[in-house]
């Protein structure tokens, strides 16, 4: 039996090779400051505005228990604090600290340097592709059939 003929490069398969490539990357480059991308990722977030832990999972795309775990670290290194909330006193906030303020500074200068190292390997118009990125990860009107969670077993 032969396969079927690919009519259309697999994107899909490219998109996720690079994604992977430029994780460790940028995990590497992140280890200099003794960071990995959730934490710096979550300290930016929360350097932006007062933000729930809630609201950080959602923006830095973590589930429930590793954003709990996240958290935890970044409080354990005095990088960032649970507080309560300026203005609901029922929310807890996620507060960067001084100490983590500097570290997320010095984190975002190696970020920004590794995606421009990714992009200066690129040839032809890099602000278009990164643009096209961005319409790939937007998610669409109608995301077509979801997948079906299943319960875990107990």
């Given at each position: 039996m032969?396969?079927?003929?690919?009519?259309v490069?697999?994107?899909?398969?490219?998109?996720?090779?690079a994604?992977?490539?430029?994780?460790n990357r940028?995990?590497?480059?992140?280890?200099?400051v003794?960071?990995?991308?959730r934490?710096?990722?979550?300290?930016?977030?929360?350097?932006?505005?007062?933000r729930t832990q809630?609201?950080?999972?959602?923006l830095?795309?973590?589930?429930?228990?590793t954003?709990?775990?996240?958290?935890?670290?970044?409080?354990?290194?005095?990088l960032?604090?649970?507080?309560?909330?300026?203005?609901?006193?029922?929310?807890?906030?996620?507060?960067v600290?001084?100490?983590?303020?500097?570290?997320?500074?010095?984190?975002q200068?190696?970020?920004?340097?590794?995606?421009?190292?990714?992009?200066?390997a690129?040839?032809?118009?890099?602000?278009?592709?990164?643009?096209?990125?961005?319409?790939?990860?937007e998610?669409?009107?109608?995301?077509?059939?979801?997948?079906?969670?299943?319960?875990?077993?107990r």
């Amino acid at each position: 039996m032969a396969a079927p003929e690919r009519t259309v490069r697999d994107i899909t398969g490219l998109l996720n090779m690079a994604g992977h490539v430029l994780s460790n990357r940028l995990a590497v480059a992140l280890a200099d400051v003794d960071l990995t991308p959730r934490m710096q990722c979550v300290l930016v977030h929360a350097l932006e505005a007062e933000r729930t832990q809630i609201q950080l999972a959602a923006l830095a795309d973590l589930d429930k228990t590793t954003m709990v775990s996240t958290v935890d670290e970044l409080e354990k290194r005095g990088l960032a604090e649970r507080r309560q909330s300026a203005t609901d006193r029922r929310a807890r906030i996620i507060a960067v600290t001084e100490k983590g303020r500097l570290v997320a500074e010095e984190g975002q200068r190696i970020v920004d340097r590794v995606h421009a190292e990714a992009l200066d390997a690129l040839t032809g118009d890099r602000a278009a592709f990164v643009e096209a990125l961005g319409v790939l990860a937007e998610t669409p009107k109608d995301p077509g059939p979801q997948q079906v969670r299943r319960a875990r077993g107990r």
